[in-house]
């Protein structure tokens, strides 16, 4: 960050929860360390391991990923639905960001805007870039928006 000179808020850590559990007695440490600096923080996939709520509670992070796989199931599977609501609720009530990933579908979509979901990821929107793809994309987005100067 001082060697870049970038305005901290601008930048965000994911840790996916995986990792998160394998180094859990020093994660708190280091995130408040991280937060400190004014970086946000991002705990990616949740619901994949042995989620702990109490993670949602204890970790000092901005925003939380809901894991692909329950969006991907909640045409067929009503408990889906009934869970990816419930992560949003906490989230909320807890003052966290949520992402939900691995959205595929317009009706998918519409069911995470309906349960409340702040942004959303997936293939409905953009196939994984590369680097320079990503640039072409956000140079494109800034120049039709007007925002050039934001993107210097």
């Known amino acids: 960050l001082a060697e870049s000179g970038l305005d901290p808020s601008l930048l965000e850590l994911e840790v996916t929860e995986y990792s998160l559990l394998k180094h859990e007695e020093t994660a708190v440490a280091l995130f408040e360390r ?15 391991g042995y989620s702990s709520l109490s993670y ?56 995470v805007e309906q349960l409340g979901c702040d942004e959303f990821q997936g293939f409905l929107f953009s196939r994984a870039v590369d680097a320079d793809a990503a640039t072409a994309i956000l140079l494109s987005s800034a120049v039709d928006s007007g925002k050039m100067a934001v993107l210097r």
């Open 34 to 48: 991280v937060r400190e600096l004014g970086v946000g923080l991002s705990l990616d996939d949740f619901g994949t």
């Open 56 to 111: 949602l509670r204890k970790l000092p992070i901005d925003t939380v990923k809901i894991d692909r796989s329950f969006i991907q199931s909640t045409d067929e599977n009503p408990a889906d639905v009934a869970l990816v609501g419930a992560i949003i609720a906490m989230a909320k009530v807890l003052g966290l960001r949520v992402i939900v990933e691995g959205v595929e579908t317009q009706q998918q979509l519409d069911l």
